[in-house]
Each structure stands twice: as structure tokens, then as C-alpha cells.
């Protein structure tokens, strides 16, 4: 859960969920098909 709701009706952002589920993402085999700094549509490299 990325965000919490208070008894305030304010939600409170999850840093630490946040940080490692990017984690789990860059570390997976997924990931590793793209380069860095490349754009891409839906899994397609889009031409700089």
C-alpha cells in the first residue's frame, strides 16, 4: 500500500513501499530487456 489514510481523511504517501517496489522493478528479469534512459510504448522502443 502506497498511501495511508488518517482518521483526517489525509493520506500519507509510503516512501518505503514505494522504494521497494521500484526495487523488486529494476531488479527483475523484465527490466533487464531494456536500456536506460530509453523511452517505450506497451514493451516497443520508441526511436529518439
Do not use: V
Not at 516512501?15 to 530509453?38: F, T, V
Request: aromatic letters at 12%.
Amino acid at each position: 500500500m502506497l498511501w495511508r489514510s488518517t482518521s483526517d481523511s489525509y493520506k500519507i504517501f509510503q516512501s518505503l513501499a514505494a522504494a521497494r517496489i521500484a526495487e523488486s522493478i529494476r531488479n527483475s528479469a523484465q527490466a533487464a530487456k531494456h536500456q536506460d534512459g530509453g523511452r517505450y510504448f506497451f514493451g516497443h522502443r520508441i526511436p529518439d
